[in-house]
């Protein structure tokens, strides 16, 4: 299991950026899927972004043009960059790391959690 600590969240008004960090226990280049995820209020958990054993980014469709996700060169820390934020990106986030990245990407395919850092986007 791969420990996570989320950080970075807090509150924006619309339009404004936010960076989330995810600092892991172990070293997760070419060994796991990373990615984030976040859960508004009385909505299922959705999936951001993932970045694969090999590199490869993947986005979904709501926020790949204002979203960033990047990994340190140690490949201990992840980053979600978040651009031109929207009150509907209002949520908890959580980073997570699991075998192997699935498209699509769920819940199920990633077995560690962080605690997750809330996000507050105003109008």
């Known amino acids: 299991q791969v420990q996570l600590v989320e950080s970075g969240g807090g509150s924006v008004q619309a339009g404004g950026s936010l960076r989330l960090s995810c600092a892991a226990s172990?070293?997760?280049?070419?060994?796991?899927?990373v990615g984030w995820f976040r859960q508004a209020p009385g909505k299922a958990r959705e999936a951001l972004a993932s970045?694969?054993?090999?590199?490869?980014?993947r986005y979904a469709d709501s926020v790949k043009d204002r979203f960033t996700i990047s990994i340190d060169n140690a490949k201990t820390t992840l980053y979600l960059q978040m651009n031109s934020l929207k009150p509907e990106d209002t949520g908890m986030y959580y980073c997570?790391?699991?075998?192997?990245?699935?498209?699509?990407?769920?819940?199920?395919?990633?077995?560690?959690w962080g605690q997750g850092t809330q996000v507050t986007v105003s109008s």
């Open positions: 997570a790391a699991g075998p192997l990245c699935m498209s699509p990407m769920r819940e199920r395919h990633f077995t560690s």
């Open positions: 172990v070293y997760t280049g070419g060994r796991y899927c």
């Open positions: 970045i694969d054993r090999t590199g490869r980014l």
